[in-house]
Every structure is written in C-alpha cells, then in structure tokens.
C-alpha cells in the first residue's frame, strides 16, 4: 500500500491544491453531483458540530434564543431593499414550481434571512417592552457560486444568523462589537488569532449601515473572511415597518443587527493550521484527540490491544480512538492520523505494553515524546491543553510576522501575507487596487479605528488619508 | 388583563381549533408569509433541540455517524426510481433559475435524500469491507403541503433521515426493527407509548419493499404516524448502482434502509399529553420543568423575590426559570405556564418565604401540592420522574382503553380510537375504506405479525384475513 502522504501537494508547490488534497486525504468532504454544492462526511462534519456546540453554548449564556423561519423568501421582500436585493440578486436559486403546478409569486431559497425575518420582527414588536430581541437560526442558505471551493465556497452552506433589533443605536452598536467578540472568541478555541474591525463601505453587507469582521490569515497570506457582525441601522426597519411604541409615547423605528459564522471556518481551520503532512486540528474540535495504533506481531497482538484498550479506558473525557485496523503497516496508519489531524498519537508496541514508557508523538511539532504511563489522563489532557497554546502561538507568531507596511502601490510585490497602508477609504481607489492586484481592503483594525493614520497621504491616491488599513487577497 | 384560558377551544368542542389554539397560547409556532411553511419559535424549538439531542446520542451511540448532503437533487436522479418518483413528484418544490440563469438541469429541493445520497453510496462502497454504512442526516425537508397544519403537514420540516446499506437482507431487515425500537423509545422519553409495526402495501414508503412505523393515538381518537423506518430492499441499490465485492468475490447489490423522524412529534406531544387548559410536556423535554411564580406585594417583594431565587439556586441541574414579570396577576402567570405545559409550578408568597411548607401545582395532575423546602432538589426530581410515569400512564391508559374490535364495516361508528379488525391486505379494499370512511390501516401490531387472525374472514371482502391490523382516521 502506498503512503498516502505523497498525496498531498506541499504547500509551497501549489496551496490551493494542497487545500483540495487535505480535504480529500483527511475525509472531510467532496464534491456532489450538484454543481457549486459539496458532500460533508462525518469527520467533517463532526468538526463543525463541536464547534456550534461551543458556539451555541455561548449564545445561550448571552441570553439569545433560537428560531426557525422557513428556508424560502417570497423574492418581494427580498426586492424591499435596495442595496440588500442587488447585493443578492446574483447568487439566487429561485423556486418556480411547486406541488406540481407554476407559483404565482416565485421564492427565492434563503441567501440570508433579513427579508424572510424582519416582516414578522414587524408583528412580534410593538412596544419598547418587546426590545431588545434577540434571536438565532442554525440553518442552511443558498448563494450560487460560480467557483465552489470547499467549505469556503459552496452554493449551499451551514452557518448561524443572529437577526437582533434594539430601541437605540447605541445598543445595536454595542452589541455589534460584543457579538464579533464572541465570534474572536470562537476563533480562539480554535487556537487562531484574528484581526478584528471595520469593513470598508464596498466590502459591507448589502443593505448593512456598518459591517464589522473577524479576519483569518492563513499560511499562503491570504485573508478568509471569518465571521461578520453588522449593524444595519434602520434600513430594514423601514422597509418592513419594524416599529415600537417608545416609553415617550412616540413611535420609533428599531435598530437592527446580523450577525453570522459559517463552516468556512473549517476552511479557515485548515489553512491557518495545516501542513504538508495534511491537517493539524486544535484539540477543542478535533473529532479525534487522542489515537492510539497498536504495533503488533501475532504473537503479541493480544497483549498490546489489552495493553490499548487499558489506556483508552484511563482516558475518560478524551475522545480517544483505537486503530484496530487489520492489514495495514504502521507507516500507513501514522500517515493517515497525521493527514486527519489527530492532535495525539500513542505508539503502542511491545516495550510499551511490557509497561515501559509510552510513544507520543504530538501533531502540533511532528515530534516523539516518552512519557511514563501513571498518572496518563491528566497529562494527557495538559498536553492537549498546550498543543492548543502552541497552535494558537505558531498562528500569532505567524500573522505578526507577515504584516508588510507599505506607502504605495510600487511597494506590492509578490510578499505572503497583509499589506498595511493608510488610506483615504474612497471605493474608487478600491476599485482600482482590486483591477490591478486582485486585492481590496480587509479590515480597518479596532486599534486603528481611533488613531491618526501613519501616513498623511492616501497609498493609492495620494490624497488625505483616513486610517490605516489591512488589505490583502483573500479567499 | 383577561383570562389566558378563554383562549382555548375546548378539546370536545373542536379538537382542531384546540390544537391551533394550544400551538398559539404555548407560543410554540405561527404560519409565515410562505404558504403551507411556519415559523418555529424559541419554545417550539427548543423542544425540538431537546428530542433532538437526545436521539442524536443514541444513533452515536449505536455507532451512526452524521453527514450533510446537498438540499437540491438532480430531477433525473428523483425519476430513477419509479415508485419512488410517482410518489414525490407531485409534492416537489423545483428549482429552475440558478446564479441569474435559466438551469440546464432542474434541480428538486430534497423531500427525502434516498436519490440525493445513494449515487454517491455507489462511490464509496466498493467493497464488502466497506459496509455496513451508516450515516443520518439532520436536516430540512420540502414536501408542498396543500392542507398545511403546525408540525404535522408544512412543506418545509426539519427531520433526521438515516441511510444505511448492508451485505445481505438479513442484517438490514434486522436494523430496520432495531431503528424502528429506538422511536418507541424516544416515544417513551416523551411519555408517549406507541403502536408498532407494518405498513400495509398502500401505506409503504414510495421505493421501499417493507415499512414499519410507530403510531400514536392522540386524545381525538386519530392516529399520528410518529416515525418511519423502511427496508428499501435492493430497488435503490439496482437503479444507483450501489454494489459491492463480495468476499464470494462476485458482485451483489447492498440492501438498504432509511428510517426518519420529524418535529411532528411535537405534534404527537401536543395532541398526545394537552387538556383544556393547554400543553402538558413531558419533563425530558419542556424547555422549563420548574416554573416559579413569586406573588407578593409591595412591601413583600424583596423578601420573596430573594425566597424565590434561593430555590431556584438549590435545584441544579433541572431547568428553572422565575417569572419575575411585573404587573400581572397571579392568575395571569399560571394560566399562562399552564398553557405551555410546564410540568411543576412552585408558588411563592409571603407565607412560603417565612419558612413554611412550599405549594407546588402539578401540571399532569392539574393539582396544588405542599411540600417542605428541605432536601429540595432530590424531591424535585423525583416528583419530575413521576410526572413522566404518570403522563406515560395516562396516555397508555387511554390508548389501551380505545381499541375497538370490529368485525365488519356495519360496525365502524365515530367512536373516538383505532379500530382493531382482520383483514386481507389488499389495496382495493384499502382504497375503499378511505372513500367510505376517511379512515386507512396505520399498522400490522408486531405482536400480531405472527398470529392467526381473531376472525378468518376480511372484514371489509368478506375473503380471507391475512392478519389483525389496526385501522383509524390519521393526521
């Protein structure tokens, strides 16, 4: 059998087929018959559900409910807001026909919920007494791509959208910024740093008054876009009537936020972490924390799976897997835990199971450890604990390190990573910086947000600057 | 304010409008501006959430892994199967614009996933090695609904759909009943014993060779079909190509199975448990077991505030909630947790907080109760455990008591259950008993399955009975 380590394309040959070829090798997924549309296998799959299960627990704490709306959006509503409908209009599937006959009024399948939503906020609110309200789905949305990339690109995805309305705009606002918070916060269970901030008015969300995001840079430079909070003002209040009754006795308009994450994450996960070898998983999500392969003879085979199983039994709470496999070499098996991701790998032959020391070896440093087998359960999990920090570390260490400070556009050049500049926020010179490199802004970072920009003049135009900026490729 | 209670048609008035009033009071669900679809709301659906993840624990534990298919399936991939698509064509939702263009190939939004996940079954099973396969979906579904009811019939629902292929007949027709014990048993979680076995030939799943279901008989005498689970024989396998090496080293064709449950049993629940007065849930999955009402006057107010939050602080563990709500009447707040079927109510007035006996109102029971306030938290869950027994009592008691044994159709009156008869099992006699009497078989009881029918004749032919099934108007 051969190794299946030669089937993934080193990262420095070609990221983006070494992307496709860890998704691959590591089992998470695959196309489907549907065009733009993917399959998530179980181990996949069961990233994502630690990761809402995390998610989830957090929203809850926060005091916000879940709901359910339904998947379709009479295309009217979507049509109510300007900005929001042609944001949208391209990457609808719409549904012409149902139970047999042609529809009146056609409906579009959900690429968000503001327009399926806000229509019943309007009936839901009356009064000040009914705010703020805060509510969360955990569905599937339709946007049609043209190019499907796993994870971070598919017409169909799972995701959360928080849909809340508030009396003021200060509330709206504040929770805008708490909600990125936990999206931050997510992010960091799942050992990866971000750049949190502003989007520039042409990376906003269609209809949104102020676009907030959470930006993951993974390991060929570019950006994924992790997590977005916006604040959306009274657009759609407006639109869809979305009204109270304030304690003034006037009527008011509510202020509205969204708030969405997506397993693009996963997407983020892997680039942010992985390496040749495949995929490297922060242990709070990983399916697998611990694997245990036993190396046998058939002479010792029955000791070292007891030996196996005894481990496995200490380790209570861990996720732990025994590779009882039959037929398949050591090497074979190495391989194919470190493509998966598995933080932990214990080694366990003949010297271990006699009771000697046992074999580590860590995924976060592709290195062997001994370490004695007493006390294993709280080592263990000190050991995922700190493969996490490592994670996190290698990530930060990272990212500060590929942040390229530039004061014109002479000075791109082919660098991994963000470029920082100031600039003067126009979309035109935007524009212009995507035509001729392919990149827009990525985020106007939180410490910036309040501080002069280090250059005067605008890196594109030359004129007044604003801020200092990121901006990079991006996924 | 007025009475809550009002609100409420009466369940001997019109069951009907008694369900449509419980599914409103217990803000539990509302119809959306998409016809036949409704909106789930945070009770409704945190209901769902708890029967969710507690069946979700068992498939895992049973060694079911969870994946994610697309929503949309090629038409042609629907047509394959011919029953099956002449049964779900006329309830399709069709999507015929994509990205802004007209589609070349229309795409169904999935009713079921049998046509969206078994071509890729065919990929991935090669081998006897590689079953048996496993896999389960927790998704939503879109069947157009021309009559639409909360729960029970909206065109879109969210389900769990698992898929599974097996070497031979035997182990998949053995899954078959093991799923199919797993919904009796989720049934019993939520207090609701269930009638088990066949669907006739009619009745059967479109594409399968075998359906069995569980039945619940509700307070109107209606029988809900509560989850399904069928052996689909190798109709699929033959059309997708789903084969494997077998270790004969020929090729056979895999026998599959899908087996589904849905949040119509919430439906059950509601119809199954609810009085008068409204719902009645089951403790395992009320959103609020413990619903404290503190009542007091001004001058008592702290004192029995802080009195209500030191018992909420004793019971951990169990989910609690005050209704600190202002400004109404003790009356108001119990007719209103009364509606959402909370299982205990504690009251709380200046008496109670001075140290004296706890009065408790038992949801199942519609009775007060005193209790002292020493060794709380145990007495609670014990009472919580009894309420579940005696909701699962009464239920039982009431379907075992409305089983009427017929013997010919001059016997069927509107007497409120199941009728219980011998019949010949064959399609044209079904077909007439809908036409007369709006009333189909629901099951072949499995205690049934093997015994010779009661009465040798068909009690509809007149020809020969095959077995005792039991018959009944449905939702």
């Keep these: 059998m051969s190794s299946n380590k030669k089937r993934i394309t080193p990262q420095s040959q070609d990221f983006s087929e070494w992307y496709q070829d860890v998704v691959r090798e590591a089992d998470l997924a695959e196309a489907s018959e549907v065009r733009g549309c993917g399959i998530v296998k179980p181990y996949g799959l069961k990233i994502w559900e630690l990761i809402k299960a995390e998610l989830s627990k957090r929203f809850e704490a926060d005091g916000v409910e879940n709901v359910y709306f339904p998947i379709f959006i009479p295309i009217e509503n979507l049509h109510a807001e300007k900005e929001h409908v042609e944001g949208f209009s391209p990457e609808l599937a719409v549904v012409t026909h149902g139970g047999g006959e042609k529809l009146v009024n056609e409906l579009a399948v959900r690429p968000t919920s503001e327009a399926a939503m806000y229509p019943t906020y309007a009936k839901w609110i009356q009064s000040y007494k009914d705010l703020p309200l805060r509510l969360n789905q955990w569905n599937n949305v339709v946007r ?19 849909h809340t309305a508030f009396a003021t705009e200060e509330e709206a ?11 931050r916060d997510i992010y960091e ?3 990866i740093p971000v750049f949190m901030g502003k989007k520039s008015e042409k990376e906003r969300f269609a209809g949104a008054v102020m676009t907030t995001t959470v930006e993951v840079m993974v390991r060929d430079g570019k950006s994924i876009q992790g997590a977005t909070s916006h604040y959306l003002g009274t657009n759609f209040a407006k639109v869809f009537g979305v009204k109270y009754l304030g304690e003034d006795g006037k009527e008011h308009f509510a202020h509205q936020n969204s708030w969405g994450f997506s397993w693009r994450s996963i997407g983020a996960v892997i680039m942010a972490h992985g390496d040749d070898n495949g995929l490297r998983l922060p242990p709070n999500i990983a399916p697998i924390q611990v694997i245990i392969t036993p190396i046998y003879k058939e002479e010792t085979m029955g ?7 005894k481990v496995q039994s200490e380790l209570t709470g861990i996720r732990v897997k025994i590779d009882e496999r039959d037929g398949l070499t050591p090497g074979f098996k190495f391989n194919h835990w470190e493509a998966k991701g598995v933080p932990i790998r214990i080694e366990i032959g003949d010297k271990e199971a006699s009771g000697g020391e046992l074999t580590l070896f860590r995924r976060d440093l592709n290195v062997r450890e001994k370490m004695s087998a007493d006390n294993l359960k709280v080592k263990i999990e000190q050991l995922l604990r700190d493969i996490h920090t490592n994670l996190y570390n290698q990530a930060t260490e990272f990212a500060n390190t590929h942040i390229h400070r530039i004061e014109s556009l002479d000075e791109i050049k082919d660098q991994v990573g963000y470029f920082e500049a100031s600039w003067c926020e126009s979309p035109e010179s935007e524009k212009l910086l995507k035509e001729k490199f392919s990149m827009v802004s990525r985020v106007l970072p939180k410490k910036y947000e309040d501080a002069a920009p280090k250059n005067k003049k605008c890196f594109i135009t030359g004129g007044e600057a604003k801020h200092d900026w990121y901006f990079a490729k991006s996924y």
């Design 144 to 162: 049609w791509e043209k190019r499907p990339r796993p994870f971070l690109r598919w017409s169909e995805f799972l995701w959360q959208e928080g």
């Design 173 to 183: 606002r504040a929770e805008v910024w708490k909600m990125l918070g936990m999206y």
């Design 189 to 191: 269970y799942m050992a």
């Design 303 to 309: 000791k070292i799976l007891a030996f196996s199983r």
